[in-house]
C-alpha cells in the first residue's frame, strides 16, 4: 500500500510517496476456466501474479507463461504483486490458457 501526503515547508511544496510496511498473509485464491477444472492455490499476499501462475501450473500439469489470469476484463500482470490488485483471501479468479 503506497501512501503519499503534500506539506509545505520554506515557501515550497514538498511530495513525500513511502512504502507502507507490509504483512506476509497467507491467502487462498480459486481459479475457475469454466471447462471443469478449478483450482485452489495457497500463497502470500505480497507474490507476484508470475509466482501464482507458476503454483498453479504445478497443480494443473500446464506451463506457467501459457496462463493468463484475469478478473472481469482486467488481465493481470506477471510483474505486480496480488496485494496491489487487492486480491485477498478466497478471491475468485479466471483462467485462460494462450
Do not use: P
Amino acid at each position: 500500500m503506497y501512501y503519499s501526503g503534500v506539506f509545505s515547508g520554506c515557501n515550497s511544496w514538498f511530495m513525500v510517496c513511502f512504502v507502507a510496511g507490509r504483512s506476509s498473509e497467507m491467502i487462498e485464491v480459486v481459479c475457475n476456466d469454466r471447462l471443469g477444472k478449478k483450482v485452489r492455490v495457497k500463497c502470500n499476499s505480497e507474490d507476484t501474479i508470475g509466482d501464482l501462475k507458476k503454483l498453479i501450473a504445478a497443480q494443473t500439469g500446464t506451463r506457467w507463461d501459457k496462463i493468463v489470469l484475469k478478473k472481469w476484463y482486467t488481465i493481470f500482470k506477471d510483474h505486480v504483486t496480488l496485494g496491489d490488485y487487492e486480491i485477498h483471501d478466497g478471491m475468485n479468479l479466471e483462467l485462460y490458457y494462450q
